[in-house]
Structure formats: structure tokens, C-alpha cells
């Protein structure tokens, strides 16, 4: 594998519009060949995204501005800006956006290919 540069005005990313936020992909199997997936994710003011889990890798969130209620498995945190969490494989959570302002966070990923499974 070669180093790669992806230049802000040249980046190939994939953006996902959900009622609740936005989803923007940086670099996954997908977008960059990596091993690792990276995001940005912003949840609008008042709303959340859905309880979820990702059975094949780990996940860390770096909180850049807002405040978030995160919750995982039976427990739940306050998040504000410039907080980190990391998530095991397979644990259901979701985040409610608890600010006076969006949610704007970095998502990270220990897979290339996350996978993504809703709480039934």
C-alpha cells in the first residue's frame, strides 16, 4: 500500500443526509483502500441517530463541538467538546444531541469495512 494525500477540494467522500444529521465518509476500504474507516458526523440539535452496533470492529468518537448524551449497553455518558469514546465490537448505542448547537464529531473505525447493525 502507497501513502496516500487526499486534498480537501480533491477528496472523493461520501456523504449520507439522514433526517437526524449527516454522515460524511473520509477514508474507508471503499473510499481509500484503508484498513481503517474515519467519518464526520453531525447530529442535529434535539435529535439522535439510531441505536446501533458494529459487530466487526471498534469505534472511537472525538466530540469537536456540541454536546452529546451517548448512550451504550445499559449505561450513558455526557459528552461536550474535545471528549473521546471508544466503543467494543458488538455494543448497542446511539447519541442524542443535548446542546445548543449540532453535534459535530470524528468517528473512526478499526475496519476498513465497518458494518452497521440496528437494535431490533
Same mark, same amino acid.
Given at each position: 500500500?502507497?501513502?496516500?494525500? =487526499? =486534498?480537501?477540494? !480533491?477528496?472523493?467522500? =461520501?456523504?449520507? $443526509? !439522514?433526517?437526524? +444529521? ?7 476500504? %471503499?473510499?481509500?483502500?484503508? /484498513?481503517?474507516?474515519? @467519518?464526520? $458526523?453531525?447530529i442535529k &440539535? @434535539? #435529535? ?5 452496533? /458494529? *459487530?466487526?470492529? %471498534? ?5 469537536? &463541538?456540541? !454536546?452529546?448524551? /451517548?448512550?451504550? +449497553? *445499559? %449505561?450513558? $455518558? ?5 471528549d473521546t ?7 448497542? /448505542?446511539?447519541? $442524542?444531541?443535548?446542546?445548543?448547537? *449540532? ?8 475496519? +476498513? *469495512? #465497518? ?6
Open positions: 500500500m502507497k501513502c496516500q494525500l =487526499k =486534498k480537501k477540494n !480533491e477528496s472523493e467522500t =461520501k456523504t449520507v $443526509v !439522514e433526517d437526524w +444529521g449527516t454522515l460524511t465518509w473520509l477514508a474507508s476500504a %471503499e473510499l481509500t483502500s484503508s /484498513h481503517i474507516t474515519v @467519518g464526520r $458526523v453531525v &440539535q @434535539g #435529535r439522535s441517530n439510531p441505536r446501533h452496533c /458494529h *459487530d466487526n470492529c %471498534e469505534e472511537v468518537l472525538y466530540l469537536l &463541538q456540541g !454536546e452529546l448524551k /451517548h448512550s451504550f +449497553g *445499559d %449505561e450513558s $455518558v455526557e459528552m461536550t467538546a474535545g469514546l471508544v466503543l467494543p465490537p458488538g455494543v448497542m /448505542h446511539n447519541a $442524542v444531541s443535548t446542546g445548543d448547537m *449540532d453535534a459535530d464529531m470524528i468517528v473512526t473505525y478499526s475496519s +476498513g *469495512d #465497518r458494518d452497521f447493525r440496528l437494535e431490533t
